[in-house]
Structures are given as structure tokens and as C-alpha cells.
């Protein structure tokens, strides 16, 4: 089936230590976003990408890094500069360049102890 | 700047009321995209409408309406007769009109928790 996936569902990790998210699609998408979650914050936009080898910071995009070697790939790195990193996360994807609606994968809630 | 207002942050309904999510949106464009999404507790945001600023027809789609206002810049989603499995966080989002070849970037609301009892 097509869909988007994150893995894993929950992550757990020590302060100080990077960590990366996955997000995996076969859509055939091109544009795909990261937001995080926050308890009664909505969701915010950390980065997004158009296309393969290009991307820009969203909203809170500070330690944050991403890369889309692949189409169907956009890992997030959530950086030891990142202060308050436990969070949901979630990543999306649109199917053509302009206002269409975002298709969203399961998250991943990320705890840093 | 573009902003989002769900200034409604929990609602407790019993099962077949009606229920109604308010949305107030801020945006200086002229053509803009309106959207919602439900997400349910597996935290998955699941889409269920979009509306272009040029359309403000009502739409209905089975016990879901929604209700668009340009004058009152106002988005507004009603449930009729609710179910246990209306219960979730629903948002409210907005997004502008990208420049010719770009994605559009969606601003979301705080989002309202829907609890219906049985």
C-alpha cells in the first residue's frame, strides 16, 4: 500500500546525543515536510523540502538538520543544540507544486531524558 | 503574516449532538487554501477538506458540513449527530498561494480536542 512511514514510533534518548528520524514514502511525491508537536501548541514547520538535494528552514528549524538525497527519503536530525527536543514529530508529503492538501505519516514521539 | 485561530480548546459532547469547530484565519493574500484535518489518538493527522478562497459554497459530505465566510474570514466544521469515533484533535490550517513552481506552506491552528461520551 502507499503511504508514508516513520520509524520508529517511540525513541528514547539520553541529553546530548543527536538523533535521527526517519520518514520514507512511495507516493511518488515531491515535496515533504517536517513539523513537531507540541501539547496544545499545534503543529510548527521545521523544514521542508521541493525536491531532491534542496531544502529550507521552516519555522523552528534551529537544531534541526535534514537531508533528501532521495525522493522518497527526508530524514530529521534532531541535534544536541536542540533545547527542549521531546516532542511528536511528524513528517508529510504533497503530490504536486502548489496548494494541495499534505499527507501525513504516524510520528514519531521522541523523549529525551 | 498568516494566522490560524481555533480559539476553542476542548469540547465534551454526548454521542448524536451537534457539534460545531470554530476556525478564524488572518492572511493579507487574496487567494488562499483553507484546510482540515482530524487527528485521532494513533496520532495520525488524517485530511478531510480543502478549500480554495474563491469558493465559498458550503460543503456537505455525509455528517461532516462545512461552513466558509469570507466577510468573517471563518471556516467553520460541523459534525451532525456525533460518534464515539468523532473523538479526536481537529486543525484547522491555512496556506498561501506559492510563486509559480514552489510548494505552499501550511500555518495550523492550535488545534480543538473533540471528546464525545457515549
Known amino acids: 500500500d502507499g503511504g508514508i512511514t516513520q520509524s520508529p514510533k517511540y525513541l528514547f534518548r539520553k541529553e546530548g546525543q543527536n538523533v535521527t528520524l526517519s520518514c520514507e514514502q512511495n507516493?511518488?511525491?515531491?515535496?515533504m515536510y517536517w513539523y513537531r508537536q507540541d501539547p496544545g501548541q499545534g503543529l510548527r514547520l521545521i523544514y521542508y523540502?521541493?525536491?531532491?538535494?534542496?531544502?529550507q528552514k521552516g519555522d523552528i528549524a534551529e537544531g534541526y538538520s535534514v537531508s533528501r538525497e532521495k525522493k522518497e527519503s527526508f530524514p530529521l536530525t534532531v541535534t544536541s543544540a536542540q533545547k527542549n527536543p521531546t516532542a511528536f514529530y511528524l513528517c508529510?508529503?504533497?503530490?504536486?507544486?502548489?496548494?494541495?492538501?499534505?499527507?501525513f505519516g504516524p510520528g514519531t514521539r521522541l523523549t529525551v531524558l | 503574516a498568516q494566522k490560524v485561530t481555533q480559539a476553542q480548546t476542548e469540547i465534551s459532547v454526548v454521542e448524536k449532538e451537534d457539534v460545531t469547530l470554530d476556525c478564524v484565519y488572518e492572511?493579507?493574500?487574496?487567494?488562499?487554501?483553507l484546510f482540515w484535518y482530524k487527528q485521532p489518538p494513533s496520532g495520525e493527522l488524517v485530511f478531510l477538506i480543502r478549500?480554495?478562497?474563491?469558493?465559498?459554497q458550503n460543503e456537505i459530505s455525509g455528517r461532516y458540513s462545512w461552513n466558509f465566510q469570507k466577510s468573517t474570514s471563518s471556516f467553520n466544521f460541523t459534525i451532525t449527530a456525533s460518534q464515539v469515533v468523532d473523538s479526536a484533535v481537529y486543525f484547522c490550517?491555512?496556506?498561501?498561494?506559492?510563486?509559480?513552481?514552489?510548494?505552499?506552506?501550511?500555518?495550523f491552528g492550535k488545534g480543538i480536542t473533540l471528546s464525545v461520551r457515549p
Open positions: 490550517a491555512l496556506s498561501d498561494l506559492p510563486q509559480t513552481g514552489a510548494n505552499s506552506k501550511l500555518t
Open positions: 507516493l511518488n511525491h515531491d515535496a
Open positions: 492572511t493579507r493574500d487574496t487567494t488562499y487554501y
Open positions: 523540502s521541493q525536491i531532491v538535494n534542496d531544502f
Open positions: 508529510a508529503s504533497s503530490p504536486w507544486q502548489g496548494a494541495s492538501e499534505q499527507f
Open positions: 478549500r480554495n478562497s474563491f469558493d465559498e
